[in-house]
């Protein structure tokens, strides 16, 4: 019974991404959506559309897995 290194980064590689996905990467999505509204520029509305869709979905996945995780994953 070893201690695996790769594994745990895996691991840890996992929660990171799925942490900055659903955690700080919706607060970027809004943002970015945010800022394409007020840039006045030619098809900025749909750019800012896709990525509020983009925001709410994420959301949604959250909520999701938070719910739903053990069911989903087997955890």
């Not at 749909?46 to 949604?60: M, T, Y």
Request: with cysteine.
């Amino acid at each position: 019974m070893g201690f695996d290194l790769g594994a745990l980064g895996v691991a840890i590689a996992s929660v990171l991404v799925v942490g900055l996905l659903l955690g700080a990467g919706i607060p970027l999505v809004y943002a970015l959506a945010i800022r394409s509204i007020e840039s006045q520029r030619a098809g900025s509305n749909v750019i800012a559309g896709l990525l509020l869709s983009l925001c709410a979905l994420l959301a949604i996945a959250g909520i999701v897995v938070i719910v739903f995780g053990k069911q989903l994953f087997g955890i």
